[in-house]
Structure formats: structure tokens, C-alpha cells
């Protein structure tokens, strides 16, 4: 498949979005390395509909729909990860029994709990960034940061989790110089959010690396206990890595 094709499977893998013509042989190879890419438009929409909220209605109006537009645009993909993450991870319990309990597809009472109190960080946050001038670029910036946390869990020489289909055929595909480039682009995507304001820029860029560092750590906790990653650690790293941002931008922005 050419460049395009993989976009296109980045969405269809990674949204609610169908795409045309349908794409041929949607094997995973193009989901990661271009996940970036989604988080554009998912972080662009979310930040209009939160922005749009605010200025119609209040600043927690717009943040409770931002958060809502992301969930309904990616099929609550990402939140169903991080609950089974949660139950999985959460009692101490065996490697082979938390993989069984997050594959079961029930939500237990620490998967709830941690879907709540993320989604209420998240809207909390977000309410607190949209009164101020730019608040929608930081959701927008949020999101874009939480789909580079997903390319990096493509890297050669991350793990697999026994049974998990979906982070076999996603193993292995973004390569080193792939995986920088994308940072590149990442920071200039930051730093043109701040709209040539360079305290800004820097506050926006140290909450993108903190927001990066909360996923990191999650990512390896998750390796270290469950064997390597699987579909539902790539969804709530991609949570966790948004509420840390946000929560990173909600107190360094007003700062500047």
C-alpha cells in the first residue's frame, strides 16, 4: 500500500471515520507510524467543539463536549482500553490472570473508577484552559501528543503481550528515524499552537513532554506486568497521556 492507503487504515483503525474507497488489506502496518496524523484532526475537532461550547454557552459546557466529540469520534476505543487496563492492572494479581481479566470485556469496579476520574481530570482541565485566549489549542495540542505516545509504542523491540492480536500486527512498525521525524513534526505543530508567543510555546512544549512522560510510564508499568503491551495498554497509554497534558497546560499556561 502507498502513503495514502496507510492514512486511511490509521483512520479506519483509530476513528469512527469511514473512509473511500475502502482500504485494501487493512493489515495494521500503517496504523501507528501515522497516528500522529489522526490526532491532528481528532485534537483540531475536539479543540473547535470545545472552543465553540465556551464561547456559547461556558467554559464547562465546551469542555464536556470536546471530551464527548473525541470519545464518539474514536467509538470510545481509547477509554475501553483504559478501564480493562485499570482492572487488569489495578489488584495484584498474576501476569496470566490480569490478561485474562482484560480480555473478558467486563468493566470492574477499578476500571470504573479510573474512567470516571480520568474523564472528570479531562473536563475539569479542559474547562479551566478554555476561558483563557488559546485554551482550545491546548486540548487540540493534548490530543495531537497522545497519538505520538501510540507511533512510540511501534518502536522496534516492544514486547507483545501473549494473545494480543492487535499488537502483533502493529509490532515493529514504526522505525527509529520514522518515530523522530514525527517528534519533529510534533513540536512544530506545538509550537505554532502558541501562535508566535514564545513563553507560551515553551509552556504548551513542557506540557507535551510531562503529558509524554505520564504515558511512558504507564507504557513500561504495563510491560513489566503484563509481558508487553496490547490494544488495551495502547488505548489508555493514549488516555492517560491527553489527562496528563491537559492537567500539565491547566497549571503551566497561566504561568506565562
Keep these: ?15 469512527a471515520f469511514r473512509v473511500r474507497p475502502p482500504v485494501p488489506d487493512p493489515g495494521g502496518r ?16 475536539a479543540g473547535a467543539v470545545g ?41 495484584l494479581r498474576g501476569r496470566e490472570r490480569a490478561l485474562q481479566v482484560m480480555r473478558s470485556g467486563d468493566v470492574g469496579p477499578f476500571g470504573v473508577a479510573t474512567l470516571v476520574l480520568v474523564l472528570l481530570l479531562q473536563v475539569a482541565c479542559a474547562a479551566s484552559l478554555l476561558p483563557s485566549g488559546g485554551g482550545w489549542q491546548a486540548i487540540a495540542v493534548a490530543v495531537l501528543v497522545s497519538r505520538l505516545a501510540l507511533t512510540r509504542a511501534g518502536l522496534p523491540g516492544v514486547p507483545v503481550a501473549e494473545g494480543s492480536a492487535m499488537a502483533a500486527a502493529v509490532a515493529g512498525t514504526v522505525s527509529r528515524r520514522w518515530f523522530a521525524g514525527c517528534v519533529v513534526a510534533v513540536a512544530l505543530a506545538v509550537a505554532s499552537a502558541a501562535e508566535g508567543d514564545p513563553v507560551r510555546g515553551l509552556l504548551l512544549g513542557a506540557s507535551a513532554v ?17 509481558g508487553g503491551v496490547n490494544g488495551d495498554v495502547l488505548g ?16 503551566l499556561l497561566p504561568l506565562g
Design 1 to 15: 500500500m502507498n502513503a495514502a492507503d496507510h492514512v486511511r487504515e490509521s483512520f479506519v483503525w483509530l476513528t
Design 51 to 91: 472552543w465553540a461550547g465556551s464561547t456559547y454557552a461556558a467554559p464547562l459546557v465546551g469542555a464536556v463536549l470536546a471530551v464527548a466529540a473525541l470519545a464518539l469520534a474514536t467509538r470510545g476505543l481509547h477509554l475501553d482500553g483504559l478501564a480493562d487496563t485499570a482492572d487488569g492492572l489495578g489488584p
Design 210 to 226: 510531562l503529558g509524554l512522560l505520564a504515558g511512558e510510564v504507564l507504557h513500561r508499568h504495563a510491560r513489566s506486568r503484563l
Design 30 to 45: 500503517g496504523v501507528l507510524p501515522w497516528a500522529p496524523v489522526v490526532g491532528v484532526a481528532l485534537g483540531g475537532g
Design 236 to 251: 489508555a497509554t493514549a488516555e492517560v497521556t491527553t489527562a496528563a497534558t491537559l492537567l500539565a497546560a491547566a497549571v
